[in-house]
């Protein structure tokens, strides 16, 4: 195979605008992972296109993390195959060049400062040193440099991690989580450095559990639940379902449960209270009327703007009934 990357005997820079021009597109293709008789991830197939933030959602066990880690190469597919420009991870002769990549921001080893383990992955990629400088300050954290990891906040060890990622140029990001421990003056900071990344062409892949922030920084969201593909559309899409959203509230609201069914509106339980719930396919007019013939004053009664968050609990609220109703004893 043919070393498409190009070497220097003493590189002084990386810039991604020297690698030739490929495909950084992510392809997922009937791709599984089973432990045993456990399925993690269940026949994905999906793609990830360049110039644009894909969010990687799913509830906690629903196989992100794996399917991450087959993608880079850490996990081998029991089926299926994860591709990056074509091309397994593995398969491509200096793959940190073009994927920068970050799972687990604690994988740093505490007594080792921050420019020493930038300098381990820098001669273990064949990247020039100048980098360093370049990406610790790109992430902020150029006065921390010479601390060791172990005495990083988490948010400080997350944008370490970030740096590690960025290190060769890369023309895609994988990052699980990245936002954790981020204050909201980093979070802030991270989206316009993907949008700004993915902007340029790079393909950015991103699990979060912070919807409101992937509404804001995502364009396009995969959502997977119990390793299956459940949706694949754009941010707007996806949150544009739930704009028919009505949350409904009162002492005695759940009188009216029945009588909303049977004029077709569509109820689920907000919270742990049967007298809050949210409704659909039914107008808030109508809801009123329905309360009033059941003698029930309602204390709430607004339609909600379009939510990720809602569409996300939604789906994956769906998805465990289905296959809760498909489960036989």
């Known amino acids: 195979m043919t070393d498409t990357t190009p070497h220097s005997s003493n590189p002084a820079t990386l810039d991604r605008a020297t690698v030739p021009a490929i495909d950084g597109a992510i392809q997922i293709e009937h791709l599984s992972k089973s432990y045993g008789a456990t399925t993690v991830v269940d026949d994905l197939t999906f793609t990830v296109h360049p110039g644009t933030v894909t ?75 100048s980098r360093i400088d370049t990406v610790l300050d790109r992430v902020g954290i150029a006065d921390a440099a010479d601390r060791p990891a172990g005495g990083l906040s988490l948010g400080m060890r997350q944008r370490l991690g970030l740096a590690g990622a960025l290190l060769g140029d890369p023309r895609v990001l994988i990052l699980d989580e990245p936002l954790n421990g981020l204050d909201p003056e980093g979070i802030v900071w991270l989206r316009h450095l993907l949008k700004d990344f993915a902007e340029t062409g790079g393909t950015v892949l991103l699990s979060s559990h912070l919807m409101n922030e992937m509404q804001a920084t995502a364009d396009h969201v995969v959502v997977i639940a119990q390793g299956r593909l459940i949706a694949d559309v754009s941010v707007a899409e996806l949150a544009a379902r739930t704009s028919g959203t009505i949350h409904v509230g009162g002492d005695g609201a759940a009188q009216i449960i029945d009588a909303l069914a049977k004029r077709g509106g569509h109820v689920e339980n907000a919270d742990d209270s049967p007298d809050r719930f949210t409704v659909t396919g039914i107008d808030p007019a109508e809801i009123n009327r329905i309360a009033w013939s059941h003698d029930v004053t309602l204390r709430e009664l607004a339609r909600t703007g379009a939510s990720l968050e809602t569409a996300f609990l939604t789906l994956t609220h769906d998805q465990d009934r289905r296959t809760t109703k498909g489960t036989t004893s």
Do not use: C, E
């Open 55 to 129: 969010g990687f959602l799913g509830p906690n066990g629903a196989g992100k993390s794996t399917t991450m880690r087959m993608i880079l190469g850490l996990d081998r597919p029991s089926n299926g195959r994860a591709l990056i420009g074509g091309r397994p991870y593995a398969q491509w002769p200096s793959p940190t060049r073009l994927v920068g990549s970050l799972l687990d921001a604690s994988a740093i080893h505490p007594g080792r400062t921050a420019r020493a383990h930038l300098s381990w992955i820098a001669r273990s990629s064949a990247v020039p040193a």
